[in-house]
T-cell receptor
Framework: GENVEQHPSTLSVQEGDSAVIKCTYSDSASNYFPWYKQELGKRPQLIID?????GEKKDQRIAVTLNKTAKHFSLHITETQPEDSAVYFCAASKPGNQFYFGTGTSLTVIP | NAGVTQTPKFQVLKTGQSMTLQCAQD?????MSWYRQDPGMGLRLIHYSVGAGITDQGEVPNGYNVSRSTTEDFPLRLLSAAPSQTSVYFCASSRGHTLAGEQYFGPGTRLTVT
């Protein structure tokens, strides 16, 4: 099956700085890569996703990049704010829709 | 739309007891799945379904059963609870299964097995 690795497990940044979280995957058939944000005690919620036919996608302060050759994808958050503090999960999926999640990154934005 | 709902929110079981976690969605989604979330281990897929009458195993299926008799409902059954099944359980659904898309998660069930 698929193996998704996520780094770092914890990340602290100053408010206004950028944060980058990286994930690698093992199955070249994976073609959909979502990122979820989970606040304490809440459910995971999708913040951005990318498909394998696209190299980069942006949504305001959030961007995701995908390198299919190297089998890695990254989440970039610019101009971080305290409300960005949460746990972020990457995932990989292929046709048939089985999702494999990374182990999560706990992001703390220091005011 | 209520989205994805789960009951109960909290549950305490004794070792060996059985119970069913309920999950329902009102978005007419084909795909439904169950995950468990443990500290430091992310979300691990237990079972999933690509439509009514069809279920399949995920990464960690042992000790759990599922059925999908309707599009809306996807209950998860613990046959004989063990302390290793203490976890937070999330149900999720998405529109299709041939093209992966956004999964909508339920609020979760926090299960403790003593």
């Amino acid at each position: 099956g698929e193996n998704v690795e996520q780094h770092p497990s914890t990340l602290s940044v100053q408010e206004g700085d950028s944060a980058v979280i990286k994930c690698t995957y093992s199955d070249s058939a994976s073609n959909y890569f979502p990122w979820y944000k989970q606040e304490l005690g809440k459910r995971p919620q999708l913040i951005i996703d990318i498909r394998s036919n696209v190299g980069e996608k942006k949504d305001q302060r959030i961007a995701v990049t995908l390198n299919k050759t190297a089998k890695h994808f990254s989440l970039h958050i610019t101009e971080t704010q305290p409300e960005d503090s949460a746990v972020y999960f990457c995932a990989a999926s292929k046709p048939g829709n089985q999702f494999y999640f990374g182990t999560g990154t706990s992001l703390t934005v220091i005011p | 739309n209520a989205g994805v709902t789960q009951t109960p929110k909290f549950q305490v079981l004794k070792t060996g007891q059985s119970m069913t976690l309920q999950c329902a969605q009102d978005m007419n989604h084909e795909y439904m799945s169950w995950y468990r979330q443990d500290p430091g281990m992310g979300l691990r897929l237990i079972h999933y379904s690509v439509g009514a009458g069809i279920t399949d195993q995920g990464e960690v299926p042992n000790g759990y059963n599922v059925s999908r008799s309707t599009t809306e409902d996807f209950p998860l059954r613990l046959l004989s609870a063990a302390p290793s099944q203490t976890s937070v359980y999330f149900c999720a659904s998405s529109r299709g299964h041939t093209l992966a898309g956004e999964q909508y998660f339920g609020p979760g069930t926090r299960l403790t097995v003593t």
